[in-house]
């Protein structure tokens, strides 16, 4: 079984450019979790979505950062105009929870873009 | 919202003590609280979770409970080995509301464990 892929590793963009986060959540999971992770910090809810729809984006800033999680394909984390700010590691976490099951909410980590802004 | 607070930072001990790590969170309607174990360079991965509806969990040297009333829960880890240093994180999260599950972490306690 894979887990959760997220790619590129380590991205590398100099400030003004655009950087895009891919994230292929655990095969049959359709709820997807995006953090940020500072050096040193614990990590920061951004975004949550599901197959289509955005839930909740209340931890992500409302400029520059978007989030998609298509019908096929990855999710997407896009970050434009990156400023020195934005270094720090990305995760993303998928789950399965089931309306009929709320409680099944164990989310499994990816292991992280790295992004430095230059 | 819901803050959680973790300590200590950072832990030190002998190979074969316990370790424990507390947190503690403000609002009263969470009711799942993971702990994450993270290795340099690597994703957070779970190595147990407890639910409000028991006060306590336990899966071979890894333990977790629960005080709802205080509104704190901690880990315990016994018999520790070198390769149990890393970086743990405490979560909080409310299922049943707003936030859908959304996982708010502690800061993390870096352990380490001295052969």
């Known amino acids: 079984n894979a887990g959760v892929m997220q790619n590129p590793r380590h991205l590398v963009r100099r400030r003004g450019q655009e950087a895009r986060l891919r994230c292929s959540p655990v095969k049959g999971h359709s709820h997807v979790y995006w953090y940020r992770q500072l050096p040193e910090e614990g990590l920061k809810f951004m975004v949550y979505l599901q197959k289509e729809n955005i839930i909740d984006e209340s931890g992500m800033p409302k400029e520059r950062f978007s989030a998609e999680f298509p019908k096929e394909g990855p999710s997407i984390l896009r970050i434009q105009q990156v400023v020195r700010g934005d270094s720090a590691a990305y995760f993303c976490a998928s789950s399965h929870r089931l309306p009929t099951n709320p409680f099944n909410n164990e989310q499994f980590f990816g292991p992280g873009t790295r992004l430095t802004v230059l | 919202g819901e803050n959680v607070e973790q300590h200590p930072s950072t832990l030190s001990v002998q190979e074969g003590d316990s370790a424990v790590i507390k947190c503690t969170y403000s609002d009263s309607a969470s009711n799942y609280f993971p702990w994450y174990k993270q290795e340099l360079g690597k994703g957070p991965q779970l190595i147990i979770d407890?639910?409000?509806?028991?006060g306590e969990k336990k899966d071979q040297r890894i333990a977790v409970t629960l005080n709802k009333t205080a509104k704190h829960f901690s880990l315990h880890i016994t018999e520790t080995q070198p390769e149990d240093s890393a970086v743990y994180f405490c979560?909080?999260?409310?299922?049943?509301?707003?936030?859908?599950?959304?996982?708010?972490f502690g800061k993390g306690t870096k352990l380490s464990v001295k052969p």
């Open positions: 407890i639910r409000s509806n028991v």
């Open positions: 979560a909080a999260s409310d299922l049943d509301g707003g936030s859908q599950g959304n996982l708010i």
